[in-house]
């Protein structure tokens, strides 16, 4: 059975910092790309970050370079994101995604999310 478990959320103040973790079971983790994705009450959902399944290549939205980090152990079946210098417009619930693509099919998982609230 897969599952992606996501936790490490919580009320933080504008500043501050939460690391999220997503546990993997399932599958066989170090096959897939991961990313983190996110949605605000009202909005899209939206990508945040992404690494490889090797973890040698990352990507971030815009919104978030310099402040939050994606990182994977394989070891663990576990992907973390490190959020920095947390702003209220980072508020929103995070979902971690599991993708593997072959020449047939596409596998992609989800998480139930986490919530993350920036505020004072």
């Known amino acids: 059975q897969v599952q992606l478990v996501e936790s490490g959320g919580g009320l933080v103040q504008p500043g501050g910092s939460l690391r999220l973790s997503c546990a993997a079971s399932?599958?066989?983790?170090?096959?897939?790309?991961m990313s983190w994705y996110r949605q605000a009450p009202g909005k899209e959902r939206e990508l945040v970050a992404a690494?490889?399944?090797?973890?040698?290549?990352?990507n971030y939205a815009g919104s978030v370079k310099g402040r939050f980090t994606i990182s994977r152990d394989n070891a663990k079946n576990t992907v973390y994101l490190q959020m920095n210098s947390l702003k209220p417009e980072d508020t929103a619930a995070y979902y971690c995604?599991?993708?593997?693509?072959?020449?047939?099919?596409?596998?992609?998982?989800w998480g139930q999310g986490t919530q993350v609230t920036v505020s004072s």
């Open positions: 995604n599991a993708v593997w693509l072959t020449s047939y099919r596409k596998y992609d998982y």
């Open positions: 399932g599958f066989t983790f170090s096959r897939y790309a």
């Open positions: 690494i490889t399944s090797v973890g040698d290549n990352t």
